[in-house]
């Protein structure tokens, strides 16, 4: 499965329906070039379970707003719509997979 890059444009429909892992991040960011692999490892993993969005909060700033980003990377783990589970910084790949067992 493909990580979907979402705009303020795209995201409310990216995130609709059913289990969708949202990585708001940035391009200088290290912690988020860090995660990346490992969210390209995890997509494989939870294919049929739950989709991977990412926002790049220099550009989607609106977004980024609206669900109150102050630090980067923040992943927010969205199920139809609503925010379930969020957590900030690096996580390894056990730790994210987890986070999406516990909501499927």
């Known amino acids: ?8 444009q795209t995201f ?10 949202v ?4 391009p200088w960011c ?7 692999p490992v969210l ?7 294919e049929g379970k739950a989709n991977i969005v990412k926002v790049d909060v220099d550009n989607n700033q609106g977004t980024a707003s609206k669900y109150g980003i102050m630090s980067i990377p923040t992943l927010v783990l969205f199920k139809d719509g609503e925010i379930v589970d969020k957590v900030v910084g690096f996580q390894p790949k ?3 997979a987890q986070l999406i067992e516990k909501h499927a």
């Open 1 to 8: 499965m493909a990580i979907i890059n979402a705009t303020d």
């Open 30 to 36: 290290g912690p988020c070039k860090m995660i990346a």
């Open 94 to 96: 056990e730790a994210l």
């Open 40 to 46: 390209e490892d995890l997509s494989g993993d939870i």
């Open 23 to 26: 990585d708001f991040w940035a």
């Open 12 to 21: 409310d429909e990216n995130i609709k329906e059913g289990l969708v892992l």
